[in-house]
């Protein structure tokens, strides 16, 4: 995808400046954020590439650079000590990054451009400068891999490619780091899940460890009140004396028996020779003194015998 950029007006005798578009540079920096590249330590994988790129074109300066958006961060610096980011403005890969093949300079002073830059007009004295753009696979650019040097040079179409090969292994770089860090934000996500889900079960378990503590303790304050009522609303029991028992109630009176009389043996036999009243007086039960009555029924009533005749 080949991000839109507007000319501004040159000068007589330069070169259109090309200005990003703030749509297609929001959608770059966005693509900058995505990968996490800016401010990590140092990697042995782009500081090799870097070396790589000053030993194949035999030049004093290599880069790996990441453009922000006012700034461009070295993420590997061959021969470029000290130097951990430049101005946008004062370096040369915020214009490379707006082309989508590699940007040659053969003579930095005779480029109407790049003559004007602290790196080609101050201490440095950059001459040669040529930059093979950071192309992500949805087509945004990253940065650049840069190769400098301090004396005018050209390079051939193979070298052309070489640099746009050495950024190709950088973005390669860049994706197999960036899908190291989604699987470990993947594993750090999976292990803070595990954890807040063991916390949940601890606290679970906690919750129904004090439901059940509390689940006895009511039981307990129950059954104090039970008793505790128990006490308040029943008498007293009464004291246990041994050897005798305290009966509930009076037991009621037995009942009275009468003897029956045989009516086949004679007064003299079944009597011992007493009389009919004499026998019935005698076999009656014993009772207690009552009101004057005829005591039993079968007592002859007295009879008034006649006076004895005179002889």
Not at 34 to 61: E, H, N, Q
Not at 175 to 185: D, I, M, P, V
């Amino acid at each position: 995808m080949t991000q839109p950029a507007s000319a501004t007006d040159p000068a007589p005798g330069r070169r259109p400046e090309l200005v990003p578009d703030p749509d297609a540079e929001a959608a770059r920096m966005a693509a900058v954020r995505r990968y996490d590249i800016l401010d990590t330590p140092p990697d042995g994988a782009f500081d090799r590439v870097a070396a790589m790129a000053a030993r194949l074109f035999d030049v004093p300066v290599a880069t790996v650079t990441i453009v922000d958006t006012d700034r461009i961060w070295f993420k590997a610096a061959h021969g470029l000590e000290g130097v951990a980011e430049i101005g946008r403005d004062q370096g040369l890969c915020g214009s490379a990054i707006l082309r989508d093949h590699t940007m040659v300079i053969p003579d930095t002073l005779k480029d109407p451009v790049a003559a004007d830059n602290p790196l080609v007009a101050g201490e440095m004295g950059v001459r040669f400068y040529a930059a093979a753009p950071i192309i992500t696979p949805d087509g945004h650019k990253l940065g650049t891999v840069n190769v400098l040097d301090t004396r005018p040079r050209s390079i051939t179409e193979e070298d052309t490619a070489t640099l746009t090969d050495l950024a190709a292994i950088v973005l390669d770089e860049m994706e197999l780091r960036l899908s190291a860090l989604r699987a470990l934000r993947d594993e750090q996500a999976r292990r803070e899940a595990e954890r807040r889900h063991a916390e949940g079960e601890r606290a679970r378990a906690e919750a129904e460890r004090a439901a059940r503590e509390k689940a006895e303790q009511d039981k307990a304050a129950i059954a104090a009140f039970a008793s505790t009522l128990q006490r308040t609303l029943l008498p007293p029991a009464l004291p246990v004396v041994p050897g005798r028992s305290w009966p509930a109630t009076t037991a009621p009176p037995q009942p009275t028996t009468w003897a029956a009389t045989s009516t086949t043996s004679s007064p003299s036999t079944a009597t011992g020779g007493r009389s009919s009243s004499e026998t019935c007086a005698a076999r009656a039960p014993r009772r207690r003194p009552s009101p004057p009555w005829p005591a039993t029924p079968c007592a002859p009533r007295p009879m008034s015998m006649p006076s004895p005749l005179p002889c």
